[in-house]
C-alpha cells in the first residue's frame, strides 16, 4: 500500500502535466531539487541530535514491508509459556531468553521474570519500558514531520532565489526562463516533498509505531499473567483481544 500510493501520486503529478500539454521535462530541476532537498535535510540535522536522525532513517527500511509483529504466535507462545511456569517454576522459563525470535521487550520481560521480580514490580518495570519505547518512536515519527514543516518554507526560499536570479537577468531576456523556472519548481518540490512524502512517511510511522505498541502491551499482559500465576483459561481471555489484530 505505502508504495502503491506514493506510485500513484507521482504518476497523477505527471500524468496531470503531460495531459495539459506540459514538457515532463519542466518538472525536473536540478537547483531547486538541491535547494529543497539539501536546505530540508540541514535545517532537520541542526535540530535533531544525530541518534534521533540514526533512529528514524533506520526505521525507514521498516516502511514497505509487513509488520514483523506475529501477534498470534506470540499469544500461544506466551501461554506455552504459562504451563511451563506451572510445571517447573519460572526458572524453566530461563531457557527460553536467548531464542532467536524473541524481541528485546519480550526478551526483557521474560528475564525479570525469571529473576522472580514480584507482580507489581513487573508490571512498573514493563510500563516503564512500554514508555520509554512510545517516546522513542514519536521521536522517531517526529523527525520527518519536522523535515514536513520545513520542506515548503525552503521551496519558498528557492522560489525567491530564482526570482532574484531572475530579476538580475532583466536585460538578457534568454535567462528570464530559468530563474523563473527554478521558482516555480523550487515551490513545487517544496510542496510536494512536504505533503506527498514526508508527512505521510511520519503518519505511516505513528500508525506502524502504534501496532507494534499494541505488540509490546499484548506481551506484557501475558508476562504478568505468568507472574501471577493465573489459568490458561484466564490468560488466554486475556491475550484474545489482541489476537485478531490486523496488521
Not at 509483529?69 to 531468553?97: C, M, N, T, V
Not at 515519527?141 to 528557492?158: D, H, K, L, N, Q
Request: charged content about 15%; overall charge negative; proline content about 4%.
Amino acid at each position: 500500500m505505502a508504495l502503491t500510493g506514493l506510485v500513484l501520486a507521482l504518476l497523477c503529478l505527471t500524468l496531470a502535466q503531460w495531459w495539459h500539454g506540459g514538457s515532463l521535462a519542466g518538472l525536473l530541476d536540478g537547483p531547486a531539487l538541491l535547494i529543497v532537498c539539501g536546505g530540508t535535510l540541514g535545517a532537520v540535522m541542526l535540530q535533531t541530535p544525530w541518534l534521533q536522525c540514526k533512529a528514524a532513517l533506520k526505521a525507514l527500511t521498516t516502511l514497505f514491508g509487513r509488520p514483523p509483529w506475529p501477534f498470534q504466535e506470540q499469544a500461544s507462545r506466551l501461554l506455552h509459556w504459562s504451563h511451563e511456569a506451572r510445571q517447573g517454576g519460572f526458572l524453566a522459563l530461563e531457557s527460553k531468553i536467548e531464542h532467536h525470535a524473541l524481541d528485546r521487550f519480550t526478551r526483557q520481560g521474560l528475564q525479570w521474570l525469571v529473576d522472580g521480580t514480584e507482580p507489581a514490580a513487573l508490571e512498573q518495570l514493563l510500563d516503564n519500558e512500554l514508555d520509554r519505547i512510545e517516546e522513542q518512536k514519536e521521536l522517531e515519527a517526529r523527525v520527518f514531520e519536522a523535515m514536513g514543516g520545513y520542506s515548503p518554507t525552503i521551496g519558498i526560499i528557492g522560489a525567491v532565489l530564482g526570482l532574484i536570479q531572475a530579476m538580475s537577468n532583466l536585460d538578457e531576456p534568454s535567462q528570464l526562463g530559468t530563474g523563473i523556472a527554478v521558482a516555480f519548481v523550487a515551490t513545487l518540490y517544496g510542496v510536494g516533498l512536504a505533503n506527498l512524502l514526508l508527512l505521510p512517511l511520519a503518519n505511516r510511522l505513528r500508525a506502524m509505531y502504534r501496532l507494534e505498541l499494541r505488540y509490546r502491551e499484548l506481551t506484557a499482559i501475558g508476562l504478568l499473567a505468568i507472574a501471577r500465576g493465573d489459568s490458561s483459561l484466564s490468560i488466554s481471555r486475556q491475550l484474545a483481544q489482541y489476537q485478531g489484530q490486523r496488521q
